[in-house]
């Protein structure tokens, strides 16, 4: 009959925990190791290695094959009495029985491990997860509030770019007021000074014959009385320049005495 794996004995080493094959060694403790586990360790001392009994005695450990062959099945239990081998298939069995008893306790130990490691994890997960989510909605409503605060951003920037335009519309008709402002008090400015020159210094170009050929031009004060070249002006009449001319010492001698003093 196929043996089923779950069936098969596992070495009780817990670094080891191989199932056992060919060879293995027995303790009477009721304990089982691996070949290379057996003789490793009951090579350096007479103790199991799983709960530490001191196995002493000739039969305390024993060193079997897991599969027989058929001739060791035929007679080891050969002439013995019916009593007897029933006893010792019963302890067989105990020693089966204890085997998959504590098998059966440490895959139990290590599921709980599991489990409470496995609710641990999950504990950690669940308290990141409801940090995480906590810190998403504050980053959520920070988002929103950002968010909020560029749009008024937007539309403060909107309502002072239109006002900086009308600004600067209007400052570009002040611009051009004050150019045509300052182009007019230029023009009236200059007008002013043309009218408010003193009429000492409003001369006309007058033209006479020197005696040599020439033509000399000569100021000639404005004066709204005509009066001739050699009349003598009045206190209240402007100043003349008569023209002078050669051999005639009155006529110069006049215009000296007539040249006005600044």
Not at 57 to 65: C, N
Not at 153 to 180: I, P
Not at 213 to 223: A, E, I, M
Request: net charge positive; proline share 5%.
């Amino acid at each position: 009959m196929a043996v089923c794996d779950e069936d098969l004995l596992l070495c009780n080493m817990v670094r080891c925990r191989a199932r056992l094959s060919g060879s293995a060694w027995v303790t009477s403790c009721s304990h089982i190791f691996c070949d290379e586990d057996g003789s490793r360790e009951f090579h350096k001392a007479m103790k199991c290695p799983a709960c530490g009994t001191i196995l002493a005695g000739k039969f305390d450990i024993i060193r079997m094959d897991i599969s027989p062959t058929d001739e060791y099945k035929a007679m080891v239990l050969a002439g013995l009495r019916p009593d007897v081998i029933m006893e010792i298939c019963s302890r067989a069995l105990a020693f089966w029985t204890y085997q998959i008893h504590q098998e059966r306790m440490s895959q139990d130990h290590l599921l709980r491990k599991a489990h409470n490691r496995i609710s641990l994890v999950e504990n950690q997960f669940e308290q990141q997860l409801e940090t995480r989510t906590t810190e998403v909605s504050a980053l959520k409503r920070e988002v929103g509030n950002l968010r909020r605060e560029l749009d008024q951003s937007r539309r403060r920037c909107g309502e002072v770019t239109e006002r900086l335009m009308d600004r600067n519309r209007q400052q570009q008709k002040l611009q051009a007021q004050f150019d045509s402002l300052r182009r007019r008090t230029s023009t009236l400015n200059s007008k002013r000074d043309r009218e408010q020159i003193s009429p000492r210094a409003q001369c006309h170009i007058g033209n006479f014959d020197h005696p040599f050929g020439s033509t000399q031009r000569l100021l000639r004060p404005f004066s709204p009385i005509p009066y001739s070249p050699h009349q003598v002006p009045s206190s209240n009449q402007d100043f003349v320049l008569n023209p002078v001319v050669l051999g005639c010492p009155s006529n110069h001698a006049q215009n000296l005495n007539y040249f006005p003093k600044f």
